[in-house]
Nanobody, 124 residues
Framework: QVQLVESGGGLVQAGGSLRLSCAAS????????MGWFRQAPGKERGFVAA????????YYADSVSGRFTISRDNAKNTVYLQMNSLKPEDTAVYYC?????????????????WGQGTQVTVSS
């Protein structure tokens, strides 16, 4: 059974930093894509960042580019999201996602595997 478990969320002041982790178990995604999405209250789940397993290609939403960094540890089957210069509008539940071959790296419905989410709250 595949599981994605997120950790690292919390409450931080604007301008602060957090690092989210997502550990995958049950299988590896050695040739797939792992990514992060977020959902704020009353809004649809949206793309944040994604990274291919091999080659290290990375993708970011415009709203986080330059502030967030996605990285992977293949040996630990884990993906990270370093979030710097956080803003109140970054407040959301952050979800880890994984798929072998998403047709579109930023589309929610292209990912088969999801974590339960971790809350990030940025106070002003």
């Amino acid at each position: 059974q595949v599981q994605l478990v997120e950790s690292g969320g919390g409450l931080v002041q604007a301008g602060g930093s957090l690092r989210l982790s997502c550990a995958a178990s049950g299988r590896t995604f050695s040739r797939g894509v792992m990514g992060w999405f977020r959902q704020a209250p009353g809004k649809e789940r949206g793309f944040v960042a994604a990274r291919g397993w091999s080659g290290g290609s990375t993708y970011y939403a415009d709203s986080v580019s330059g502030r967030f960094t996605i990285s992977r540890d293949n040996a630990k089957n884990t993906v990270y999201l370093q979030m710097n210069s956080l803003k109140p509008e970054d407040t959301a539940v952050y979800y880890c996602a994984a798929d072998d071959r998403p047709k579109s790296y930023n589309a929610v419905n292209e990912y088969d595997y999801w974590g339960q989410g971790t809350q990030v709250t940025v106070s002003s």
